[in-house]
């Protein structure tokens, strides 16, 4: 059985920072396409970062490059999102991904075969 459990979530003041993991069972996340998805209240879920599998390279939304890295630490099955200067608007509840499907947009959620719970990230001005 497949889980992905996302962890790191709080409330923080803005300009802070948060380190998000998401912890994997019955999956080998080397094997494959991760991502990191966001979903406000009464809008739409957007993906913020992609992780290839078997390569260290990564994608980033465009209005969040050089904010949020991307990572995964595969000996731990683990992928990690951080974000740094964090704004009231990076509010969200946080979903990481995984696919084994052959993406064509990454930002689109359609190609993720599963999904965590989430972690609830609260940013105050």
């Known amino acids: 059985q497949v889980q992905l459990v996302e962890s790191g979530g709080g409330s923080v003041q803005a300009g802070g920072s948060l380190r998000l993991s998401c912890a994997a069972s019955?999956?080998?996340?080397?094997?494959?396409?991760m991502a990191w998805f966001r979903q406000a209240p009464g809008k739409e879920r957007e993906g913020v970062a992609f992780h290839y599998k078997r390569s260290t390279a990564t994608e980033y939304r465009d209005s969040e490059k050089g904010r949020f890295t991307i990572s995964r630490d595969n000996a731990r099955n683990t992928l990690y999102l951080q974000i740094d200067s964090l704004k009231p608007e990076d509010t969200a509840m946080y979903y990481c991904a995984a696919s084994s499907r052959f993406i064509l947009n990454w930002l689109q959620s359609s190609y993720y075969n599963y999904w965590g719970q989430g972690t609830q990230v609260t940013v105050s001005s």
């Open positions: 019955g999956v080998t996340l080397s094997s494959y396409d």
